[in-house]
C-alpha cells in the first residue's frame, strides 16, 4: 500500500487510570473517525509520568485493565493501535516501561520494553531517576504490518543512533517513538532528534508525546511529530491536547532510499552493529 494515514493523540494525562483509558479511547475513535489506520497514544498514558505512580498503575500483561482496553480498541476500530507506554510487572515484580502494539484483530504484535532508561541530572533544568524504579528492557522491537515493518522504542531510546539503525537493517519503515520530552530537553532537542533519526535511517519517525499539564510534577513538552525520509517535518502540534492526522506516502521511502542510497554506502567491510544477523 502507497498511503498510510496515522493519528497521534497527544492526551491529557491525569492521577485516574479509568479516567484516562476514558479519553484514549475517545481520541482513538476520533482519529478512527478520520481515516487513521494506525493510531499512537502518547508515553505513560495511563499514568502520571512521576516514579511515584509507577508501582501503584503497572499491569501484568495480557490481563491488565489498560492491555485488555487497547486490545478492545484495536479489534473494535479495525486499526493498527500502539498504545504509547504503561508501567507493565512481570511476575518477578520488575517494573517495565512499556509500550503495546496490537494489530486490526487485538493481538499483540509487538512488546517495548524501553531499553534506555532516564536518568539525568541537569544542573538549572531537570532530574529524574527512572533506574530508581524502572527495569531495562532487553529486545530491538520491529513487527510486521500490511503498511510495511514498523520499529517501536520509546522516548530516551531515540538518542541512541545505534537502536533506530539496527531497527531499519531489520527491515523497519516507519519507527513510533511515544515520549514525555520535558520543558529542558524538548525545546533542545526534540525537534532536532525527530528530523536527524528520519534523514539518517530513510525512514518516517512519528513522536506522540502527552499534552502539557503544568500542574503536573513533570511536565511535558507536547509538540507530537511526524518526520518524512528527507528529514523533514510533515507535521507538528504544540503543547496542548489535539489529534494528528497525517498521510504517509510510503513511496517516497523507496524514491528517497533509491536516489540517495545512504543504507547501500555503509561501509560493513569495515564496521558493523553488534545483535544484529543481516542475512
Known amino acids: 500500500m502507497s498511503q498510510l494515514r496515522v493519528g497521534l493523540c497527544q492526551m491529557l494525562v491525569t492521577e ?9 479511547d475517545e481520541m482513538i475513535k476520533k482519529a478512527v473517525s478520520s481515516g487513521a489506520k494506525l493510531v499512537v497514544l ?10 511515584s505512580y509507577f508501582p501503584k498503575f503497572a499491569e501484568n500483561c495480557p490481563e491488565g485493565k489498560t492491555i485488555q482496553f487497547m486490545s478492545r480498541a484495536a479489534k473494535e476500530n479495525n486499526i493498527y493501535l500502539i498504545g504509547g507506554s504503561i ?9 517495565y516501561n512499556t509500550s503495546f502494539a496490537f494489530d486490526t484483530n487485538g493481538n499483540i504484535i509487538g512488546k517495548h520494553r524501553k531499553m534506555h ?3 539525568i541530572d541537569v544542573e538549572g533544568g531537570i532530574r529524574f531517576m527512572e533506574s530508581d524504579i524502572l527495569s531495562k528492557g532487553e529486545d530491538i522491537t520491529v513487527f510486521d504490518t500490511e503498511y510495511g515493518k514498523v520499529g517501536l522504542s520509546i522516548c530516551y531510546d531515540i538518542r541512541f543512533p545505534e537502536l533506530m539503525r539496527l531497527m ?6 516507519i519507527i513510533v517513538i ?3 520530552f520535558n520543558m529542558t530537553t524538548g525545546p533542545a532537542h526534540w525537534e532536532s532528534l525527530f528530523k536527524v533519526r528520519a534523514l539518517d ?13 503544568k500542574e503536573s510534577s513533570y511536565t511535558s513538552y507536547g509538540n507530537s511529530i511526524i518526520t518524512d525520509p ?5 507535521s507538528k502540534l504544540d503543547e496542548k491536547e489535539n489529534i494528528l492526522i497525517q498521510d504517509l506516502d510510503l513511496n517516497m521511502i523507496d524514491k528517497i532510499r533509491r536516489e540517495l542510497p545512504l543504507l547501500q554506502h555503509r561501509r560493513t567491510d569495515l564496521y558493523t552493529l553488534d545483535l544484529l544477523n543481516e542475512d
Not at 502518547?42 to 516514579?51: A, R, S
Request: glycine share 6%; hydrophobic share 35%.
Open 87 to 95: 508501567p507493565e510487572k512481570d511476575e518477578k515484580d520488575n517494573i
Open 117 to 119: 532508561l532516564f536518568d
Open 201 to 213: 535511517n530513510q525512514v518516517y519517525m512519528l513522536g506522540t508525546a502527552p499534552a502539557r499539564n
Open 42 to 51: 502518547p508515553e505513560m498514558f495511563n499514568c502520571p509520568y512521576d516514579n
Open 168 to 173: 531499519v537493517l531489520k527491515g523497519a519503515r
Open 178 to 180: 511515544p515520549a514525555a
Open 230 to 234: 528527507w528529514g523533514r517535518v510533515v
Open 16 to 24: 485516574d487510570k479509568d479516567v484516562n483509558i476514558k479519553k484514549a
